[in-house]
């Protein structure tokens, strides 16, 4: 991987990583559209530059993190299913990385599905993730779970979760950016268990590479979480949804017409 490939996966996944888009499925499709061989240095890269963007939320939400107990306690609860379900299913998941065709399709209903969340879920009633409770938590939790396959986005489904628990657009925002916290930390260091499991050493150069990959994508997912709650308050998520189907679409279509897209 050269320092240009991964500075365009890294602004991929800092622009990503908290809209309701897939970063994993943006990531996967930049590699395949770069041309970059699906090595085990690659596969650890689209993963370990997760923790640049959630530092940003630690960073932009530096109060929350220094708040209470409660706050570690519910997003702990919220995590669990999710983690489970990791180490279940994770040879499973790892198959699904290099199905390009099932994130496009993901991606395209996906996509349907925020064209009608904003009347699906009106009665928003939670506002701060002070209200939230550990049984609310817990239920955003399980939604997440369904982000276990790529191109569904982790970011929609527990925004998703979150309001049909009640919260307001901006409160399930907010309260998905802090789960990403535990969930990316612990995606993370599973990934770099594995690969020193493996026998693998990264070399100089790859630790040089994946620093600059964490930090493109810091600054960048600070830019886009500003920049999305302003979209989100302002015009909902039908945009996300629209973008989605068009991206899902032309990959779907691309797919019948023979013309595969496929990571090397």
């Known amino acids: 991987m050269t320092y240009f490939e991964a500075l365009i996966i890294a602004i991929v996944e800092g622009v990503t990583e908290f809209l309701p888009v897939s970063s994993t499925g943006h990531m996967m499709i930049a590699t395949a559209l770069l041309g970059i061989k699906s090595t085990p240095f690659v596969k650890l890269f689209t993963v370990a530059i997760q923790l640049g963007a959630i530092l940003s939320v630690v960073v932009l939400y530096f109060r929350k ?5 409660n706050f570690y306690l519910k997003l702990i609860v919220a995590f669990i299913p999710a983690a489970i379900a990791g180490l279940l299913l994770g040879d ?3 198959e699904q990385l290099e199905n390009i065709l099932g994130v496009a399709i993901a991606l395209f209903i996906g996509g349907i599905v925020l064209l009608f969340v904003d009347k699906w879920f009106r009665n ?8 939230v409770n550990y049984q609310t938590a817990f239920k955003i939790g399980l939604f ?23 919260l307001t657009r901006q409160a399930a925002a907010e309260f998905s950016f802090f789960l990403a916290v535990p969930t990316m930390f612990a995606a993370t260091a599973k990934k770099m268990l594995d690969f020193y499991k493996d026998g693998i050493v990264l070399n100089g150069e790859e630790i ?32 996300w949804g629209v973008y989605r189907i068009v991206v899902g679409g032309i990959l779907i279509l691309l797919f019948i017409a023979g013309i595969k897209i496929s990571v090397i």
């Open 65 to 69: 993190f220094f708040k209470s107990v």
């Open 144 to 166: 997440q779970c369904l982000a276990l396959f790529p191109g569904v986005s982790r970011s929609a489904a527990t925004i998703i979760g979150g309001m049909s628990q009640r």
């Open 92 to 94: 499973w998941i790892d």
């Open 124 to 131: 928003h009633t939670i506002k701060t993730d002070e209200e």
């Open 208 to 239: 040089k590479i994946l620093l600059f990959g964490n930090l493109i994508a810091f600054v960048v997912a600070l830019i886009a979480i500003r920049t999305f709650i302003s979209l989100l308050n302002k015009h909902g998520f039908k945009i």
